[in-house]
C-alpha cells in the first residue's frame, strides 16, 4: 500500500516534443485514479514514467516516501497490466504468473501457493497448464491481472488493459477489476482512452489533454461540473451541447436565439453555453428546436437537429412522447455551463 | 417456368467442355511437374544405380537400369579407405570434417549473431549507429571477391590448417545478424517492459524470453546455416591442405581426379562418397521443411 | 531499438565484441588489403611492392583473357539466371496450382538446394562424359559430337546446365512462397474478371510476382558470379587450361596459384564494385516494392 506523489513531474523526448508539461499530483494510498485522454495526450508517458520505462526529464517521483525517479521498474514495487498483456507465450499460465515472484527469489512453495491463490481469486485455476496462445482474451487478460496481483504490490499499473476485448468483455472485466481492487485495496493508476471506463472505474479522474492536466475530481464533479470545454465534451456520451453564445445587455443570449438568463456582473462579448443532453426539457419554453433525427436506444433515445442554426443533442427517456420537426424546448438555468469562447475555461 | 429451364439448359451447355478442358489442363500441369521432379531426381538416382553394378561394367555401359549388387562393398569401401596415401581421409573422416564445419559454423554464427543484434535492439548505445552499418555494410561482399587477401591474413594468423581458421572467417557476413535483428524488432516491445517489471535483467530477459521466443527462428537459421556451411567450398579448399582436415565437399575434386587414373575408374566407390557429400543436408532440408522454407523466404527478403 | 532499452553500458559492448572483432579481422582487413594492393605491383619474390596507380587495372582491360573471361562470365551469368528462373517458375506456378500432390512436388523440387556446388560438377562429368555419359549418348543421337573440357563450347553448355540444375529449387521456393502470397481475394476478383487463364497469368499473377523476380534475378546473379566456383573447378578438374572460367575463378588463378597480387585484387576490386551495383539496384527494387502493397 502506498500513497503516489508527482512534484512537478516533466517529460520532454530528445527531439524536444514535451510529452507531458510538469504534472502536480497526488494519488492516496488504496484510491483507484484513472488517467483518461484522446490519444497522444500523455497518460501513457506519465503511467510509463510512474512505472520507471520513461525516464523522467524533471520533477520529482514518490512511491510512499521513497524518490524513485533513479529507481529500477523491478525495485519500485509496482506491477503494471499492459494493453496486449505482454505475456510470455512460450511459458504456462502458471510460470507466466509466477516469473516475477521467482527472480525475486521467492521459495518454490511460497511460489507455488502464491500462484495458486490468484488462479483462484481469478478462476484460472482450471488453465495453469496451459499455454496463453491456447487460452481466449478475457483469459489472457486474467494472466495478465493475476501476474500483477501475485506480488502484492504497493501500485497496480493499467495501461489500457480493456482495449483489446469485445464490448461484452470489457463490460464485465471493469467490473471485475474494479472488485479485485476494492477486495485488495492496492493503489491503482489506470490509463484508458475510454470515458465509460474511466467514469465506471475510478475513484478520481484525471483528464488529460495536450500533455496537460485539464481536471482532476471524482467523475460525478467531471461530469457535472467540466472545468473546460475539452472536458466538457470529452466525457459523457453523448457529450454536452456546446453553444456560442454573448454577453448582451446584462443577459446571456445564443448566436440568433433568445436570452437565456441574467449575466453575473457586467462582462460582454462572446461567450460558450454547455448543456447536458438530458438537462433540456421537451415540450415547453420559449427556444426552437428542430429536429431531424430520432435515434432509438431502447431505454432512451436521442434527438439530433438544430437549436438556432447550432447542432444539438437532446436525450429523452423512453416514456416521453417524440416526433421529428420543430418543437419548443427549456433550457433550465442550473443546467447552464458558461465557458470563455477564447480558453475554454468555465467562467 | 419454361424461361427458367431455358436458361438452365443454356447454362449447362457451354459449362460442360470447360469441364473438360479444366481437366485436361491438370493434367499438363502434372505432366510437367513430373517432368520436373524427374529432372531433379533422376541424376542422383543416377549416382545410386552406378554404384550397385561394378566398375568394369560402367566403363563399358555407363549408366543404366540394371541393379547390381555392388552397393554395400561400395560403401564400406567408401567409409573406410582412404582416397590418398596418407590414409587419413577416408570417408568417415570426411564426413566428421564435415560435420564439424557445419555445425561449428552453424552454431558459431548462430550464437555471434544473437548477440550482436540482442544488443543492437535491446540496449541504448552510443555508438549504435555506427556499429550496425559496420556490421551491415559486410552484407554487400561476398568472401569470394576478397578471398586472396582474407587468406593471407589468415595464413598471417598462423590460422591456415585449423578448425578456427576454417570456419571464424566465413563468419564475417552479417546475414544472420540481420535476420535476427528483424526477428528481435518484431518482438513486442511489452515483453521486455513486463520482463523488467518482473525483475528481470538484461541476461536473464536473453535467456528466459528472447531465447525461448526465438525457438523456430533459430531452428530455421540453424538449418541454412548448417546447409551453407557443409558445403563450402572455395574457402577449404584454400585454408586446408592436410589430408585430415579434408570435408567430403573438398573431396569431390580428388574423387573427380582419382576418376582419371591410369586403371580402372572407381565409379562405385566415388558415387558414394558424392551421395554422402549431399546426403546429410538434403535431409535437414527435407526432415526440417517447413522450419527450411520459412527461413530462406524470410531471411533473405 | 526498442523503447525500453536497457542502460547497461558495457554489457552490450562484450555482446558486440566477437562480432565486430570478426567482422574487423576478416571482412575490413581483407577488403582493404585487396584495394590497397591493387594499387601496388607485388615482387613476385617478396622483395617489397611498388605503387604503380592503376597499372593494374589498365592491363587488365587490355588483356585479351581477361576480357574473355569478363564476356563468358556475363553469358555464363545471364544464361544461368534465365534459364533457371523460367524452369522454376513454370514449375511454381504449375505446383501452386494443382491440388493433388503438391506437397510431393514441392519436396522433390527442392530437395537440390542442399546438394554442394562441386557435386553438380561431379553430375556435369558423369552426364556428359565422352564416352558413356547419357546426355552425350543423346546428343550424338542428333549429331552433335559432345566434349567436355575439349571443346569451348561444350564445356560451357555443361557448366551451364548442371548450374541452371542446381539453382532451379531457390527460385521455385522463392517463386512458390510469392504466389501464395497472393490473396485470395485477388485471385478470385480475377477469375471473376477474366477467363483466360493464360491472361490472368500476364495481367494479374506475373506483375504480382514481379517484385519476388527482381530480388531472384539479384540472387541469381550472385550465384552465378560466386557460388558456381565450386561446380566449375570440379568441371576443370582443377586444370582450366584454355576452357571457360569465370572471373571469381580468374581472382583465385591469378592471386592464388599465379601469385599475381596486384592484378588478382584489381580483379576483386572489380568484382566488388559489380557486386556494390548489383546491390543497390536490390536496394532500389526494394523500396520500390514497398509501393507496390
Known amino acids: 500500500m502506498a500513497s503516489v506523489t508527482l512534484d512537478a513531474v516533466r517529460k520532454v523526448y530528445p527531439g524536444g516534443t514535451e510529452a507531458v508539461t510538469p504534472t502536480t499530483l497526488t494519488i492516496r494510498d488504496g484510491e483507484f485514479l484513472v488517467l483518461v485522454g484522446p490519444s497522444g495526450c500523455g497518460k501513457s508517458t506519465l503511467l510509463r514514467m510512474i512505472a520507471g520505462l520513461e525516464d523522467i526529464t524533471e520533477g520529482e517521483l514518490r512511491i510512499g516516501d521513497r524518490i524513485v525517479n533513479d529507481v529500477d521498474p523491478a525495485d519500485r514495487d509496482i506491477a503494471m497490466v499492459f494493453q496486449n498483456y505482454a505475456l510470455y507465450p512460450h511459458m504456462t499460465v502458471r510460470r507466466n504468473i509466477g516469473y516475477g515472484?521467482?527472480?525475486?527469489?521467492?521459495?518454490?512453495?511460497?511460489?507455488?501457493?502464491?500462484?495458486?491463490?490468484?488462479a483462484a481469486m481469478l478462476n484460472l485455476r482450471d488453465y495453469l497448464d496451459r499455454k496463453p496462445s491456447q487460452l481466449s482474451?478475457?483469459?489472457?487478460?486474467?494472466?495478465?491481472?493475476?501476474?500483477?496481483?501475485?506480488?502484492?504490490?504497493?501500485?497496480?499499473?493499467?495501461?489500457?488493459?480493456?482495449?483489446?476485448?469485445?464490448?461484452?468483455?470489457?463490460?464485465?472485466?471493469?467490473?471485475?477489476?474494479?472488485?479485485?481492487?476494492?477486495?485488495?485495496?492496492t493503489t491503482s493508476i489506470y490509463v484508458t482512452h475510454d470515458q465509460v471506463e474511466?467514469?465506471?472505474?475510478?475513484?478520481?479522474?484525471?483528464?488529460?489533454?495536450?500533455?496537460?492536466?485539464?481536471?482532476?475530481?471524482?467523475?460525478?464533479?467531471?461530469?457535472?461540473?467540466?472545468?473546460?470545454?475539452?472536458?466538457?465534451?470529452?466525457?459523457?456520451?453523448?457529450?454536452?451541447?456546446?453553444?456560442?453564445?454573448?454577453?448582451?445587455?446584462?443577459?446571456?443570449?445564443?448566436d440568433h436565439g433568445p436570452a437565456l438568463r441574467a449575466?453575473?456582473?457586467?462582462?460582454?462579448?462572446?461567450?460558450?453555453?454547455?448543456?447536458?443532453?438530458?438537462?433540456?426539457?421537451?415540450?415547453?419554453?420559449?427556444?426552437?428546436?428542430?429536429?431531424?433525427?430520432?435515434?432509438?436506444?431502447?431505454?432512451?433515445?436521442?434527438?439530433?437537429?438544430?437549436?438556432?442554426?447550432?447542432?444539438?443533442?437532446?436525450?429523452?427517456?423512453?416514456?416521453?412522447?417524440?416526433?421529428?420537426?420543430?418543437?419548443p424546448i427549456a433550457l433550465p438555468d442550473a443546467a447552464l455551463a458558461l465557458f470563455d469562447a477564447q480558453s475554454g475555461q468555465r467562467l | 417456368m419454361a424461361d427458367m429451364t431455358h436458361d438452365t439448359l443454356a447454362a449447362a451447355g457451354p459449362a460442360r467442355p470447360a469441364r473438360r478442358r479444366l481437366r485436361l489442363s491438370t493434367i499438363g500441369d502434372h505432366a510437367i511437374l513430373i517432368a520436373g521432379a524427374l529432372l531433379m531426381v533422376a541424376p542422383l538416382l543416377m549416382l545410386v544405380q552406378m554404384s550397385t553394378v561394378p566398375d568394369a561394367e560402367i566403363?563399358?555401359?555407363?549408366?543404366?537400369?540394371?541393379?547390381?549388387?555392388?552397393?554395400?562393398?561400395?560403401?564400406?569401401?567408401?567409409?573406410?579407405?582412404?582416397?590418398?596415401?596418407?590414409?587419413?581421409?577416408?570417408?568417415?573422416?570426411?564426413?566428421?570434417?564435415?560435420?564439424?564445419?557445419?555445425?561449428?559454423?552453424?552454431?558459431?554464427?548462430?550464437?555471434?549473431?544473437?548477440?550482436?543484434?540482442?544488443?543492437?535492439?535491446?540496449?541504448?548505445?552510443?555508438?549504435?549507429?555506427?556499429?550496425?552499418?559496420?556490421?551491415?555494410?559486410?552484407?554487400?561482399?561476398?568472401?569470394?571477391?576478397r578471398i586472396v587477401p582474407s587468406y593471407e591474413i589468415t595464413q598471417r594468423l598462423g590460422l591456415l590448417n585449423t578448425w578456427t581458421g576454417l570456419i571464424v572467417p566465413l563468419i564475417a557476413s552479417a546475414t544472420a545478424t540481420f535476420f535476427f535483428r528483424q526477428f528481435f524488432m518484431s518482438v513486442p516491445e511489452e515483453l521486455v517492459e513486463a520482463a523488467r517489471i518482473d525483475g528481470a535483467g538484461p541476461v536473464k530477459f536473453f535467456v528466459d524470453i528472447l531465447v525461448p521466443l526465438s525457438r523456430t527462428m533459430i531452428a530455421a537459421m540453424f538449418i541454412i546455416m548448417f546447409v551453407y556451411g557443409w558445403n563450402q567450398y572455395l574457402w577449404p579448399t584454400m585454408i586446408v591442405t592436410e589430408d585430415d582436415r579434408i570435408t567430403l565437399v573438398q573431396g569431390i575434386k580428388q574423387i573427380t581426379q582419382g576418376l582419371e587414373g591410369g586403371q580402372i575408374p572407381e565409379y562405385g566407390r566415388s558415387n558414394i562418397l558424392a551421395i554422402l557429400a549431399v546426403l546429410p543436408p538434403v535431409l535437414v532440408v527435407l526432415f526440417f521443411q517447413r522450419w527450411f522454407v520459412k527461413g530462406l523466404t524470410e531471411t533473405d527478403k | 531499438m526498442k523503447r525500453a532499452a536497457f542502460d547497461q553500458k558495457w554489457f552490450p559492448v562484450l555482446l558486440l565484441l566477437p562480432q565486430l572483432s570478426i567482422i574487423c579481422l576478416f571482412f575490413y582487413w581483407p577488403a582493404w588489403q585487396a584495394l590497397r594492393s591493387s594499387f601496388y605491383l607485388e615482387d613476385p619474390f617478396g622483395f617489397g611492392s611498388t605503387f604503380v596507380g592503376f597499372?593494374?587495372?589498365?592491363?587488365?582491360?587490355?588483356?585479351?583473357?581477361?576480357?574473355?573471361?569478363a564476356w563468358f562470365t556475363l553469358v555464363f551469368s545471364l544464361s544461368v539466371t534465365f534459364l533457371s528462373l523460367a524452369i522454376a517458375l513454370l514449375l511454381a506456378v504449375k505446383a501452386d496450382g494443382v491440388l493433388r500432390g503438391a506437397k510431393t512436388y514441392r519436396t522433390l523440387l527442392m530437395w537440390v538446394y542442399a546438394v554442394a556446388p562441386p557435386v553438380a560438377g561431379f553430375l556435369a562429368l558423369i552426364l556428359f562424359n565422352q564416352r558413356w555419359g547419357p546426355l552425350t549418348e543423346f546428343f550424338r543421337a542428333f549429331g552433335w559430337d559432345f566434349r567436355i573440357r575439349l571443346d569451348y563450347f561444350d564445356t560451357a553448355f555443361a557448366m551451364i546446365a548442371v548450374s541452371v540444375w542446381k539453382q532451379i529449387p531457390v527460385n521455385f521456393i522463392f517463386f512458390l512462397s510469392g504466389l501464395q502470397s497472393i490473396p485470395?481475394?485477388?485471385?478470385?476478383?480475377?477469375?471473376?474478371?477474366?477467363?483466360?487463364?493464360?491472361?490472368?497469368?500476364?495481367?494479374?499473377?506475373?506483375?504480382l510476382l514481379a517484385p519476388t523476380g527482381f530480388f531472384l534475378l539479384i540472387i541469381n546473379i550472385t550465384y552465378s558470379l560466386f557460388d558456381t566456383f565450386g561446380t566449375i573447378d570440379t568441371i576443370l578438374r582443377n586444370n582450366p587450361g584454355d576452357q571457360p572460367i569465370t572471373l571469381t575463378y580468374q581472382v583465385y588463378l591469378d592471386g592464388f596459384r599465379g601469385q599475381d597480387i596486384g592484378g588478382s585484387s584489381a580483379q576483386s576490386v572489380v568484382l566488388m564494385v559489380v557486386v556494390l551495383a548489383l546491390t543497390i539496384v536490390q536496394f532500389r527494387m526494394v523500396e520500390r516494392r514497398i509501393h507496390y502493397t
Open chain 3, 55 to 69: 597499372e593494374n587495372y589498365l592491363r587488365l582491360f587490355r588483356s585479351g583473357e581477361y576480357m574473355q573471361t
Open chain 1, 101 to 118: 515472484l521467482r527472480n525475486r527469489g521467492a521459495s518454490a512453495g511460497e511460489i507455488a501457493r502464491k500462484v495458486d491463490e490468484a
Open chain 1, 263 to 327: 449575466a453575473p456582473g457586467g462582462r460582454s462579448g462572446p461567450i460558450t453555453i454547455g448543456i447536458r443532453p438530458e438537462d433540456v426539457r421537451l415540450g415547453e419554453g420559449d427556444h426552437v428546436f428542430d429536429v431531424d433525427l430520432v435515434e432509438e436506444l431502447g431505454a432512451h433515445r436521442l434527438l439530433h437537429g438544430r437549436l438556432g442554426d447550432q447542432h444539438f443533442t437532446a436525450h429523452v427517456l423512453k416514456d416521453m412522447p417524440v416526433r421529428e420537426g420543430r418543437q
Open chain 2, 59 to 145: 566403363m563399358r555401359t555407363g549408366p543404366s537400369l540394371a541393379i547390381g549388387d555392388r552397393l554395400w562393398p561400395n560403401v564400406r569401401a567408401a567409409l573406410t579407405e582412404s582416397m590418398s596415401f596418407s590414409g587419413r581421409n577416408t570417408g568417415l573422416a570426411m564426413f566428421r570434417n564435415s560435420m564439424i564445419l557445419g555445425l561449428g559454423f552453424a552454431v558459431g554464427k548462430i550464437v555471434v549473431a544473437m548477440m550482436a543484434a540482442y544488443a543492437i535492439v535491446y540496449f541504448r548505445l552510443r555508438f549504435a549507429t555506427l556499429a550496425f552499418w559496420a556490421i551491415f555494410t559486410t552484407l554487400l561482399l561476398p568472401l569470394e571477391v
Open chain 3, 184 to 207: 485470395k481475394a485477388v485471385r478470385e476478383a480475377a477469375l471473376i474478371d477474366n477467363r483466360s487463364a493464360v491472361s490472368r497469368f500476364w495481367t494479374v499473377t506475373f506483375p
Open chain 1, 137 to 185: 482474451g478475457g483469459q489472457r487478460q486474467r494472466i495478465a491481472m493475476g501476474r500483477a496481483i501475485v506480488r502484492d504490490p504497493a501500485l497496480f499499473l493499467f495501461d489500457e488493459p480493456l482495449s483489446n476485448l469485445d464490448a461484452k468483455l470489457r463490460g464485465q472485466m471493469r467490473i471485475e477489476i474494479r472488485a479485485l481492487q476494492r477486495r485488495l485495496g
Open chain 1, 198 to 254: 474511466a467514469m465506471t472505474m475510478a475513484d478520481r479522474i484525471v483528464v488529460l489533454n495536450g500533455g496537460r492536466v485539464e481536471q482532476v475530481g471524482t467523475p460525478a464533479e467531471i461530469y457535472h461540473a467540466p472545468a473546460s470545454t475539452f472536458v466538457a465534451s470529452f466525457m459523457g456520451a453523448p457529450p454536452m451541447n456546446l453553444l456560442t453564445g454573448r454577453f448582451e445587455s446584462g443577459a446571456i443570449r445564443l
